[in-house]
């Protein structure tokens, strides 16, 4: 187990270094001018070779590569956006808390609707849930997620106005006192029961139009693996001592059914993470994939490539958790 | 992802000689056929000029001279959803065709040379497998500087980690098979056994794969395009369309939904199209999509 664990932690650094030599490139070698690129559309000639000496671009690449992984490793140093004026190391501190309590949110939705749906569906071929199963393939595979949050909106906000066309909250109300950052957490936290309302309806629209895009693989997965676990003949065994069919289900049946899931989930993340974007820039949620919109109007240099570093750290790490995770519940997967 | 993906490979069943055309291969078909004639001949569908303003007949509802209605400066959705099809369509087909080219090039040499080639190859794939692949292409895109050509060269580059992994894989088990075994005894060169021997058998399941792919590039493309990273205005571009249609939801409902349904018939055809080539609706009966295509540590 451990030189497995260390081997799935070379790897993480490995990827981790790629991505900085991919935002390197994108940022000091790529770009036909890349000052020009960073200094923002209306920078001036001069502003531009200030900050070309300022990026060290004279230098040779190797040591203008050493000096941004210095900045990174000592100083977290992402750059200036343009926009804010403000270091992009802070604007991601601001607005992360936010993108992390839609991810969560919408993460938790999924898994407790595919494990439902799934073993219903497992249960009862044909069914309810099969329908489900169906209409959620379709619209997983082929509308794309920003167009179900657009659909949301037309229907229940400019159509039936039962809920709010964006935000974290009206533009009126005070957030809750920041505690863990996230409203819903920090409203009840602080006893602001009506916050909180305020905030789970702000929340309907994208943690449906992400849970929607995702919910077919995950409840396909749910179904097909709860199908095979119940042919085994373990699950015949615990019949045969008696048990009821809802405690094999949930003691038996489902701790094993839930492994392929698990090991699935890295892969599910990378398209939750895509689509924050775009439903933050719907929705108008002020989060990391809104600042990248900002920032990709903008042209905003810094944000971006600050941005693409950061998730795909946090992707990468996150991989490597499950990694961990994965051989944890599952004895019988090899580590060696 | 790790050492042990590639190891963990699932056989992948190689066939010769296509299936017979049964109604997922016909649906699929029929709706492609429609969409690439559209590509090319925009003008069958709608006469109707896609730049011309009106602003006096902005945000009609749709009739039967604005079929899809109108948008914020009066210019008719069908017309402009009809003529971005040539922008969606080509820019998704190219993306599939260089990722397709590069991969399978890659997955030839891994899988026939075996040993460190085969090794380095694999590892440099998995690490594009382990990065948040539509992140890095928004980035990529931006650096390139926005717009079509870029947006392609971006998707493509994280797209042919895929195909390179499937021809891998498919190499590995054509290899050993006894016709290849007898060209190597009978002194055919390596470029000469891989073109006459291994590729015919590989490229069904690629193009099968390719069909399928097609669609869900037409979603990455029309997503880079709606974020502004893609196609710029006045481009038709379906993805931009939709990025228009999201500043006005209050103001024509059907400004978002038609051109996102268009985008689903599409996406649907060439899954429909795929599923038919590859000999079953694999869709259609629910069995899991992901789980042969993806592999993972074990």
Known sequence: MLAYVLRRLLW?????????????LLSHVIPANPAAAAAGVGATPAQIHALAVKMGLQHPLLTQYADYMKGLLFHFDLGTSI????????????????TLELIVVSFVVYLILAVLLG?????????????????????????????????LQLVFFAKLNWLPSGGRLGIFDTPPPKTTGFYTIDSLVHGQFATFLNAVD???IPVTAIVLSMLGVGVRLIRASVMEEL?????????????????????????????PFVSMSGIQLGYLFAWIILVETIVQWPGIGLYAYQSFQSLDYDPIMGITLVVSVIFVVLNFLIDLLYPLLDPRVKTG | MSTVAIDALEPIEVRSGWPRPNASTIAGGLIVALFVVMAIAPGLFSSQSITALNVSDHFAPPSWHHLFGTDEVGRDIFSRVVHGTRYSLTMALSVVVIACVIGTVLGLIAGYAGGWVDQLVMRFTDIFFSLPAFIVAMALAVALGRGIVSLVVALSIIWWPTYARLVRGMVLSIKERPHVRSARALGASRSRILRR???????????????????????????????????????????LILAGARLNVTSSWSYVVFPGLVIMLATTGFALLGDGLGGGSRRLRGAPKTVATVQKAG
């Not at chain 1, 004026?85 to 604007?91: F, M």
């Not at chain 1, 615990?238 to 048990?243: N, P």
């Not at chain 2, 590729?199 to 069904?204: C, I, M, S, Y």
Request: no cysteine.
């Open chain 1, 202 to 204: 702000h929340l309907v």
């Open chain 1, 83 to 98: 926009s804010t004026g403000d270091p992009v190391r802070s604007d991601i501190a601001t607005y992360l808390p936010a």
């Open chain 1, 12 to 24: 993480m650094i490995l990827v981790v270094w790629v991505i900085t030599v991919i935002t390197f």
């Open chain 1, 119 to 151: 073993t219903l569906a497992a249960r009862k071929p044909g069914g309810v849930a099969d329908g489900v199963i169906r209409v959620s393939s379709i619209l997983s595979s082929a509308a794309p997620v920003y167009w179900i949050a657009l659909l």
């Open chain 1, 231 to 259: 042919d085994q003949a373990y699950v015949r065994t615990a019949e045969a001592k008696g048990l009821r069919a809802n405690s094999i289900l949930v003691r038996h049946v489902l701790r094993n059914a839930l492994n």
């Open chain 2, 197 to 239: 021997h291994v590729l015919p058998f590989v490229q069904q399941a690629l193009l099968v794969r390719a069909t399928q792919d097609v669609g869900y590039a037409i979603v990455a493309v029309s997503s880079l395009s709606f974020i502004g990273v893609g196609a710029q205005p006045p481009t038709p571009e379906w993805g």
